[in-house]
Each structure stands twice: as structure tokens, then as C-alpha cells.
Nanobody, 126 residues
């Protein structure tokens, strides 16, 4: 079992930056693919970014590519999402998730992730 706790959300003006953190419990964190998702009011949860267990592979949604950066520190059991050049449309609750299945490619489907955090609110004002 893995427990995930997100932090770092808040209110920021358009063009600003935020860094989200997701702290994981459990000794198997380093073997999991980690992902970030977001959900805006009235919308479905959508994929944002993912990183392989070794950090050797990353993948981003087109909407955040070039603006967001996912990284991880396995020694600290933490995954990060650096968000730059934020836009009002980035406003959502952001969730981190863990995929315990070893896959050849990173998955963007929420149903493939086994563990989820409680989410952190990110609000970008125009």
C-alpha cells in the first residue's frame, strides 16, 4: 500500500509559477511510475504528466508541454511538478498517482493508476 500526499497548490497570477510536491509512504515508491492528473469543475480528470520509476522517461500532455516539468527524488520518496507560465485554464485540483505495473510505455489513463492522493487546488487568476 502506498499513501500519497500532495502539497504546493495555491493562487497565482497568470504567467506565474508553482511547484507541486507529492510525498509517498512505503518502500516500493522507487519502483512505481508516477503521474500527475488534474480535474477542473464539471470536467473529467485529465492526464498532465508521468515519469518512469528511474526518471529515464517522461511524458506530457500537449496542453502543458514546454511549461511543466515532472521530476522525482526516489531517496526522498517524492515526485514534483514544476509549473511555469501558468494560464487560467490550468486551474484545477491536481492529483498525483502511482502505477505499480511495470509497462513498456508510460500510461496516461487514470484507470491504470493504483494509488491516488487527495489533491491540491491550483487557481490561476487572469
Amino acid at each position: 500500500q502506498v499513501q500519497l500526499v500532495e502539497s504546493g497548490g495555491g493562487l497565482v497570477q497568470a504567467g506565474g509559477s508553482l511547484r507541486l510536491s507529492c510525498a509517498a509512504s512505503g518502500r516500493t515508491f522507487s519502483s512505481y511510475t508516477m503521474g500527475w492528473f488534474r480535474q477542473a469543475p464539471g470536467k473529467e480528470r485529465e492526464f498532465v504528466a508521468a515519469i518512469s520509476w528511474s526518471a529515464g522517461s517522461t511524458y506530457y500532455a500537449d496542453s502543458v508541454k514546454g511549461r511543466f516539468l515532472i521530476s522525482r527524488d526516489n531517496a526522498k520518496n517524492t515526485v514534483y511538478l514544476q509549473m511555469n507560465s501558468l494560464k487560467p485554464e490550468d486551474t484545477a485540483v491536481y492529483y498525483c498517482a502511482a502505477d505499480r505495473t511495470l509497462r513498456k510505455v508510460l500510461t496516461t489513463s487514470p484507470s491504470s493508476y493504483d494509488y491516488w492522493g487527495q489533491g491540491t487546488q491550483v487557481t490561476v487568476s487572469s
